[in-house]
Each structure stands twice: as C-alpha cells, then as structure tokens.
C-alpha cells in the first residue's frame, strides 16, 4: 500500500528559483491537500483540491501554485522561493464525500531555501 | 474560525505511568475533533476522532479520548505509556473555508517523551 506519496524528501534552493513539490495517491481519493509545518505553529493549509480540474485556495497560498489534472496528483509549485518559505510540506488525501473521514499524510518534503 | 489549544510544548512520563496530552476546543456549533500523531520524519497518522456519541473515543494503539462539552476539552489518555509512544501529538477540530470547504485546524503540537 503506497497511499500518499511525496517527492523530494529534502530540497535545498537559492532565493528566487523555483521548483515542484510532487504528490501522488492512489486511494481514488477525491480531496487533496497541502499543508506547511512550521515549529510552533502547527500544520496551515496551503492550498486544496475537492477533485481533477477543481483548486482552491487555504490559509497561506501566496507564492505558491497547484493544479490537478489528474485524481491521483496535486503537484505544489513555489514560483519564486523565499526563505519565509522554508518549512516541512505535506500533502494529505481522503475521500471527498465524508470530510470526517480522517486525512491521509505523505511523509513530508523538507525545503530549505537559502 | 473555530481553533484548539494544546497548552504544553511538552509531556514527559515513565514507561507504565499513565498519560495525558491536553486539548481544549472552541467552535461554534458541534465539534468534530481529531487527533493524530507524528513520528520524526514522517507523515501525521490518525489515531481517532470525535464526531458525536459515547464521549469516551477508542483509537489505535492503545490511545483514547474523552469529550468534554462543559469544559470543551478533549484530551489524549493512554492508561500505561510505552517507550514507542514517544512522538509529536496534535489535536485538530474541522474548521470552515470561506469558499464553502472545509479543512482540518490543527494545535501547535506537544510532544510527548516516555522515559524508561
């Protein structure tokens, strides 16, 4: 059983560049999510995918970018890192048709930008 | 919004004690609260969840939960510790997205160190 599915796990990046945080599952499920996680400060939502075609907006989306054409990937662009950017992401799944079905979490992307 | 608070960094127990990691919620309307667990550089896994009923929540590996509506707590408990149970634990309540979703709030975490 795979379930959720990150890579990379570490990425080290400069100021300004820019890069694809992937994720991949493959639970058929319809809702996906990305999250950061920042000491002290919990997990925040970045952005969310209620299915293929339909992005929308969390808690914390600026500077960041998702599309999903697919049902099983919802990749996380970062257009033009920057170090308040640095954070442990995530990405998590569960079915759509229940929100208290409880989410599924990859193992995190650990980004440092510099 | 609705929020939860877990009002310590850090818990500390022996192996066999009993032990409790504190939650405490505000929502308006009914709760639906969560908690998962995270072990060093992996991914939070779900160890039970309170949507309505018993206000006495089984979950995985020995853990319960118990809803408190009068002190809006609802705190972790597992009734003998082990060395394995050491890890980072967050509460989290489904909150409301203005575009109509919904998402899970997490608290900023505690974690929880069983010594031998």
């Known amino acids: 059983n795979a379930g959720v599915t990150q890579t990379p796990k570490f990425q080290v990046l400069k100021t300004g560049q820019s890069m694809t945080l992937q994720c991949a599952q493959d639970?058929?499920?319809?809702?996906m999510s990305w999250y950061r996680q920042d000491p002290g400060m919990g997990l925040r939502l970045i952005h969310y995918?209620?299915?293929?075609?339909?992005?929308d907006q969390g808690e914390v989306p600026n500077g960041y970018n998702v599309s999903r054409s697919t049902t099983e990937d919802f990749p996380l662009r970062l257009l033009s890192a920057a170090p308040s950017q640095t954070s442990v992401y995530f990405c998590?799944?569960?079915?759509?048709?229940?929100?208290?079905?409880?989410?599924?979490f990859g193992d995190g992307t650990r980004l440092s930008i510099l | 919004a609705q929020s939860v608070a877990q009002p310590e960094d850090q818990v500390n127990v022996a192996e066999g004690n009993p032990l409790t990691v504190k939650c405490t919620y505000s929502?308006?309307?009914?709760?639906?609260l969560f908690w998962y667990v995270q072990y060093p550089n992996r991914g939070l896994q779900f160890l039970l969840k309170?949507?309505?009923?018993?206000?006495l929540v089984k979950g995985s590996y020995g853990f319960e939960a118990e809803f408190n509506k009068s002190q809006t707590s609802f705190h972790l408990k597992k009734p003998s510790a082990l060395v394995s149970d050491s890890a980072l634990y967050f509460c989290?309540?489904?909150?409301?997205?203005?575009?109509?979703?919904?998402?899970?709030?997490f608290g900023t975490g505690t974690q929880l160190k069983v010594e031998l």
């Open positions: 998590a799944s569960r079915s759509r048709h229940d929100s208290n079905q409880p989410q599924h």
């Open positions: 639970m058929n499920h319809e809702y």
């Open positions: 995918s209620v299915g293929a075609g339909i992005t």
């Open positions: 929502v308006s309307g009914n709760p639906y």
């Open positions: 309170y949507i309505t009923g018993d206000n």
């Open positions: 989290a309540v489904r909150d409301w997205l203005t575009g109509g979703g919904n998402k899970l709030t």
